[in-house]
């Protein structure tokens, strides 16, 4: 009879066959599995091939030897596990007779190490793999291999490429190089102030090897004139471009993107000195999907021919004229009324179609008077946004006749426009655009106090953002926001609080810390008729109480309720102690610790050890009389520190 062929290559007795017939008692067969049991579940050894040798004889023979009959049969194919080896061997029992079981054990396969699992993967996984990499990642592993350099520079996975957040990282030529081996999969490019690319002399070849943009961004960048022309003219499906602020622009450029690039949705071309209402004319005429335009300091914008242009188009939802000093009544009426509309003599309207315009600025044009407004008046029905900072030549009158018609009206920034009175607020208070309110800035707004502001608060229950720093607001004002923002019904609910509305009301004399303090206590103490706890404000206040204010908001955030109003009664008991009270104890701190000093106090250079006096301000007095460094204030339970 041949003998069994052990784990490590051995006979175990004479002959080679691998299948051997055993002959087992039926109560020996408890210490063959158990024995089994113990081979297979035992854990990984560090061992050499010389101190496993011995394990592995000793168990082939306890195999052989301890093995019973009976009912192992039964128990079909399992796995032995030896001590120290990742390899199973496949052990397979088949019982023959009532007394004799046969056992087969297969040799040994020695296990290959090191195996690159990657390099099977099908390319497609790989670059699923890789495309969960951010792009400054991507550029680190490039350098692994040559394979992985040829992956991690393939264009599927720079479709969308934007390197305003690590262009600073990575060395220009490998910027200059990643472009443009992905250049025709390019669709998304933002190169948003990348002046390192400026001087690269493979630029052009970046230019030209993006032909498939659809939204290039170049704000900064400082590219010469061939470059930017080349990249206009090599992607004629251009739909949004940003330009601003380069230098290189000329009306030159304006006519090749209205002869090149004729599905241009968004263009920004503000801040470009060698530009002027000429050059926009030609853009606005050639691109009839023209949907946004900024040209926000342009020279002669105000021409009436660029004005008639747009008003002929009618496409643009959203236009930007801001620092656009030459601005008058005038264009905006030939904005929105063109230059020969017909009136209505009954309702003394023009009977040109409404405009598209949904949002419109006109910051820092500072030589609109409400006649603007007047023009603006049922004409733009689906305004939006209105930005109207710094034109301080706007009354009350023109916003009474214009917040009527602008029912969807939902941002508001009427910044320094002084002349503005309650009036104003009133109005807004009561059109139908107060349900859709979502940003009103009203700073330096400096006649506009508690009379306009009550009642808008009351009329707007989407408000969030409110700005009312140097105005003539007060704690009326402030308490009335806390209320609104608590009992605001169509909100989520929520377990934790949510912030509801944001509010800057600093440089505001009329404000004290008990209007403050008003709104620390309504975030603290929930809505009892609700699940959750309900909106809370956030205020940006004066400096040196903003930090007990966010502190304590970052308590209500988070649920910790009984400690945010610890927090706002000790800052209300240190508004309310005199300031006399606070010197004359201070002084009297000081004087002890004097006296302290002239009676033999520790001397050193080190720091007083906490406990010297009872008073933590008396310890930073004494080392600040000496001239030690102060050791960490103690944190106190539950105490605040903020103050």
């Not at 596990?81 to 088949?94: A, D, H, L």
Request: overall charge neutral; proline content about 5%.
């Amino acid at each position: 009879m041949s003998g069994v062929v052990s784990p490590m290559g051995d006979e175990v007795e004479a002959g080679s066959l691998s299948r051997i017939q055993l002959k087992m008692s039926r109560r020996r067969r408890r210490r063959f599995i158990t024995t089994l049991w113990r081979m297979s579940s035992t854990s990984h050894l560090n061992k050499s091939d010389e101190e496993q040798a011995p394990e592995l004889e000793t168990a082939t023979r306890v195999l052989i030897r301890s093995a019973s009959c009976g009912e192992l049969g039964a128990l079909g194919p399992f796995q032995l596990r030896m001590n120290g080896f990742s390899q199973t061997e496949s052990v397979t029992s088949e019982l023959q007779t009532e007394e004799c079981t046969t056992i087969t054990m297969a040799p040994v396969q020695e296990s290959p190490k090191n195996i690159d699992y990657f390099s099977g993967l099908p390319d497609e996984i790989k670059i699923k793999i890789f495309q969960q990499l951010p792009p400054k990642q991507l550029a680190r592993v490039s350098i692994v291999s040559k394979r992985w350099y040829e992956l991690c520079h393939d264009g599927q996975l720079w479709g969308t490429f934007d390197a305003t957040d690590f262009y600073r990282d990575i060395p220009a030529e490998s910027l200059a190089k990643i472009i443009q081996d992905a250049g025709p999969f390019v669709r998304h490019l933002n190169l948003r102030g990348c002046i390192n690319l400026q001087h690269d002399p493979r630029i052009m070849a970046i230019a030209t090897s993006c032909k498939n943009l659809l939204t290039a961004n170049f704000e900064g960048c400082n590219f010469t004139r061939e470059v930017i022309h080349t990249f206009a003219a090599a992607n004629p499906g251009l739909l949004q471009l940003n330009i601003s602020g380069q230098t290189s622009v000329t009306n030159t450029t304006c006519r090749l993107l209205a002869l090149k690039c004729t599905r241009l949705e968004s263009l920004d071309i503000s801040w470009c000195p060698s530009v002027d209402s000429r050059g926009i004319k030609k853009i606005v005429e050639a691109c009839p999907g023209l949907r946004e335009l900024r040209v926000s300091e342009v020279r002669r914008i105000d021409e009436g021919s660029v004005m008639q242009a747009i008003f002929n188009a009618n496409t643009l939802e959203r236009l930007y004229l801001s620092c656009c000093s030459a601005i008058t009544d005038d264009t905006i009426r030939l904005l929105v009324e063109g230059r020969h509309s017909e009136i209505d003599p009954l309702t003394n309207r023009t009977s040109a179609p409404p405009r598209r315009l949904k949002h419109l600025d006109l910051s820092q044009c500072s030589q609109l008077t409400s006649d603007a407004l007047r023009h603006l008046a049922f004409n733009v029905p689906h305004l939006e946004g209105l930005l109207l900072s710094g034109c301080d030549g706007l009354t009350d009158d023109g916003f009474e006749i214009l917040f009527p018609t602008v029912p969807k009206l939902s941002h508001l920034d009427l910044e320094e426009c002084g002349q503005l009175t309650n009036d104003t607020l009133l109005a807004l208070s009561k059109a139908p655009c107060a349900a859709t309110l979502r940003h009103l800035q009203l700073s330096y707004c400096e006649q506009i106090g508690d009379a306009g502001l009550i009642p808008l608060v009351r009329a707007c229950p989407n408000l969030m953002n409110l700005e009312m720093d140097n105005t003539r607001v007060g704690d009326a004002t402030l308490l009335e926001i806390s209320l609104q923002v608590r009992i605001r019904k169509e909100v989520p609910i929520l377990p934790k609080a949510s912030v509801g509305m944001r509010i800057v009301i600093y440089d505001t004399p009329g404000v004290t810390w008990r209007g403050v303090r008003d709104v620390l206590a309504k975030n603290t103490t929930p809505v009892s008729n609700r699940l959750g706890h309900g909106q809370v404000v956030q205020m940006k206040c004066y400096y040196g109480w903003q930090m007990t204010v966010d502190e304590h908001l970052k308590r209500v955030l988070r649920d910790d309720l009984r400690s945010a109003k610890r927090l706002e009664n000790k800052w209300a008991d240190f508004n309310t102690e005199p300031e006399a009270e606070r010197s004359t104890r201070r002084r009297r701190r000081r004087d002890r610790v004097v006296l302290f000093m002239n009676d033999g106090g520790p001397g050193g250079n080190a720091p007083l050890p906490p406990g010297t006096f009872e008073d933590e301000d008396m310890e930073g007095i004494a080392n600040e009389i000496l001239g030690r460094p102060a050791l960490a204030r103690r944190r106190r339970g539950a105490s605040c520190m903020i103050m």
